[in-house]
């Protein structure tokens, strides 16, 4: 389309030299040259301001595409990184929750040990009892045995006061 512009201004510009030829006014034709040089400079100009305005417009658009290109990107990166720490803060409240259990069920474990201890201490403490009262029993039954055994004997020396040996007074006894 620019260079249609440029072909149609020249076509005007010779089209204006003709009639201004044939309307009897004769310019020097220098001047006209002139005219026409000045003509195609600023169509030049022109159409080099129209292409530098456009390799503006698509860098900016370059630029803008970057940009947007850069943001979607950092957005991007952003969510991964949140999903990330998303992921890392469950993973955390998840082994703290483990631990919580492991050590909830460490102490129910330890008070099971120790009521089982306890239980066999009782356990152990009631026969130890058991066994002292049963040694008590005997030890109170022999005393009473001897005791008896003592009467016995004294009674026999009473009884028999001929014998003088206390070992046969109790082989007779016995």
């Known amino acids: 389309m620019l260079a249609s512009k440029g072909t149609l ?3 005007f510009l010779g089209c204006a030299c003709l009639s201004l030829c044939h309307g ?3 310019e020097s034709r220098q001047q006209l040259l002139q005219k026409r040089k000045e003509e ?3 169509a030049v100009e022109e159409r080099t ?3 530098l ?6 860098e900016v658009a370059e630029q803008n595409l970057q ?3 850069k943001r979607r990107a950092d957005l991007a990166e952003k969510e991964r990184i949140r999903g990330e720490a998303e ?3 469950a993973l955390r409240q998840q082994q703290r929750q483990l631990k919580l259990q492991e050590e909830a069920q460490a102490r129910e474990r330890k008070a099971a040990d120790d009521a089982a201890q306890q239980e066999r201490e009782l356990e ?10 049963e040694v008590q029993e005997r030890l109170a039954f022999r005393r009473r045995l001897l005791s008896e055994k003592k009467q016995l004997v004294q009674s026999m020396k009473e009884e028999f006061p001929e014998k003088k040996d206390d070992s046969l007074l109790i082989d007779t006894c016995a």
Request: charged share 40%; no cysteine.
């Open 40 to 42: 195609m400079q600023q």
């Open 24 to 26: 009897g006014r004769m």
């Open 87 to 89: 992921r890392q803060d």
């Open 9 to 11: 201004l020249f076509l």
């Open 53 to 58: 305005l456009a390799a503006e417009q698509a």
């Open 124 to 133: 152990l403490q009631k026969k130890i009892e058991i066994r002292k009262n």
């Open 67 to 69: 940009l947007e290109r």
């Open 49 to 51: 301001r129209q292409r």
